[in-house]
């Protein structure tokens, strides 16, 4: 992976989340109507059904040695579950299972693609200076995110 290309994914995939992310409880409250213990216990089971996943299935990618077809399914398959979640009823169960799909299969993906960067990197200091722009993407993104809800 070239290191123009990581600076790019860092960038647009984290600034893609600052127009997200913040906003999921925002979306289960006001458009869908949860109550509020709902979505606590939806943004509690989050992290924890998630991070086991990502072990899983990284260690998969290494036993089968797939990294890339599981990073673009991974990618993929996320992106359509989580779009899936402006067509389908409010229905608590069915929103529950989509949302922890999604963050199950979406899990691997930044370790997926940490590791194919600091593979790429060729000096020390590189890796930093390629996750850097996470931090820039996020940053600057989510002050326009947090714009547009405002305003809209």
Do not use: E
Request: charged letters at 10%; a positive charge.
């Amino acid at each position: 992976m070239g290191m123009f290309l990581a600076k790019v994914w860092y960038f647009c995939y984290t600034g893609a989340q600052a127009f997200v992310l913040p906003y999921f409880n925002v979306f289960f409250d006001s458009t869908l109507h949860f109550r509020k213990g709902q979505i606590g216990t939806l943004s509690a089971l989050r992290p924890w059904l998630s991070a086991p996943c990502a072990i899983v299935l990284c260690g998969l990618a290494d036993r089968v040695n797939a990294h890339t077809a599981l990073l673009v399914f991974a990618f993929i398959a996320s992106l359509v579950l989580r779009c899936l979640l402006v067509i389908i009823p409010g229905h608590y169960i069915a929103v529950t299972a989509l949302v922890l799909a999604s963050d199950c299969i979406g899990s691997p993906i930044g370790a997926i693609v940490d590791a194919k960067v600091v593979a790429a990197c060729t000096s020390d200091g590189d890796y930093g200076k390629q996750r850097m722009w996470a931090s820039v993407g996020w940053g600057g993104l989510s002050v326009v995110a947090g714009s547009l809800v405002a305003n809209h």
